[in-house]
């Protein structure tokens, strides 16, 4: 059981970060239960507590309308993402809820070429298991720096 | 099955590039058929589906007579790659052929130890499963950076 | 029995760096067996068989001490780390332990946000599977550039 779980979690990852870089970004929130909790932040201010983060939605239609915001403010075609995720540490399961922490290297890569490590950190998730396969019932992102652009364009 | 072949494309890329990365280059070849396909090329250039790629070969032989260069010109002496993947996506299986995606991330190191991102991209796969493990009947590197050093002197 | 020593690597692997990138230092040491050899060395110096590395412990003790002077110093306050690692290759398996290569790349996240490749390497491991999980009985941690901080503050 530990093991397949592990290998779920392990392969929805590659999947989700698969659909940000191939910019098919009106699935991501697929990978989101609904209800569910996507939030960024930064690691001093999670350590503090601190309840504001950066980007923070709370339903596929939030989720949705952050990515018609992309689309139209036409950011997103001025850079590409590539996610590097490392293996996750499934922390916790408990009836059909696996809370797993996985850390994540994002490197943008701008229109003309110049390619530069945007931001490091780790996903605390909370995947329940459906039947299409696991779901984000809620997703704090993490991020190591605190220097983490504001103008945040596309998902992590 | 599917989680077997999902392991069995886990480990032979990290075979893969644990080989390039311990300048192991002769026996590269030996992870894809003979023929095969091994093409670099950008993430533009393939979205566009121009041919043209950086690098282009289809046989051991040709695979073999770029390490043979690589060696004479001693270009190779100057700098080393290490290669992180992240998971593979895992997009097909049919008769013992499966298709799948994983995404890269080369780090060069300078002789004088300075050390930078070379590039980023994914590996557009299809491997043949051969008694002797999986062997590349294709491999599609599509960098997603333009900027790629046209004098690509290992392996990706 | 191969896949399942696969896993306990690659998860083990993931729970180590998580250790160290989350700050929990004192609990660093128990991934490893005691006594052990824990060094970092450059690929430059492990080719040629130097054995002085950068750093060497071989005992439970000495890595707590290690981690001591960390804390006393305060070093590690300026700065956090975020390992990203490839999938491990299993080397050899004979009664119990295990051989194992691993790449890495080690990103530096300094207090005020400036986020920096550290070292790229692999880790030459050898672990012992024992009833709570696997130890390492050996690490050396080969860092690909000569250039490698002698003020090496965090454990790689």
């Given at each position: 059981m530990t093991q397949d779980i592990f290998h779920l979690i392990l392969r929805v990852q590659a999947d989700y970060v698969r659909c940000i870089d191939d910019d098919?970004?009106?699935?991501?929130?697929?990978?989101?239960?609904?209800p569910c909790t996507y939030k960024i932040t930064t690691a001093a201010n999670y350590r503090e507590g601190l309840e504001a983060g950066i980007v923070f939605a709370n339903s596929h239609g939030m989720l949705s309308d952050r990515v018609s915001s992309l689309r139209e403010a036409n950011?997103?075609?001025?850079h590409t993402y590539r996610h590097i995720l490392g293996a996750p540490s499934i922390l916790e399961e408990i009836d059909g809820a696996v809370r797993s922490e996985t850390p994540f290297l994002v490197v943008r890569i701008m229109r003309d070429g110049q390619t530069d490590i945007f931001a490091t950190g780790r996903y605390l998730d909370l995947y329940r298991v459906r039947e299409g396969g696991p779901k984000l019932a809620e997703r704090i992102v993490v991020c190591d720096s605190s220097r983490i652009n504001t103008l945040l364009a596309l998902p992590i």
């Amino acid at each position: 059981m530990t093991q397949d779980i592990f290998h779920l979690i392990l392969r929805v990852q590659a999947d989700y970060v698969r659909c940000i870089d191939d910019d098919r970004l009106e699935s991501w929130p697929y990978y989101f239960d609904d209800p569910c909790t996507y939030k960024i932040t930064t690691a001093a201010n999670y350590r503090e507590g601190l309840e504001a983060g950066i980007v923070f939605a709370n339903s596929h239609g939030m989720l949705s309308d952050r990515v018609s915001s992309l689309r139209e403010a036409n950011i997103y075609e001025h850079h590409t993402y590539r996610h590097i995720l490392g293996a996750p540490s499934i922390l916790e399961e408990i009836d059909g809820a696996v809370r797993s922490e996985t850390p994540f290297l994002v490197v943008r890569i701008m229109r003309d070429g110049q390619t530069d490590i945007f931001a490091t950190g780790r996903y605390l998730d909370l995947y329940r298991v459906r039947e299409g396969g696991p779901k984000l019932a809620e997703r704090i992102v993490v991020c190591d720096s605190s220097r983490i652009n504001t103008l945040l364009a596309l998902p992590i």
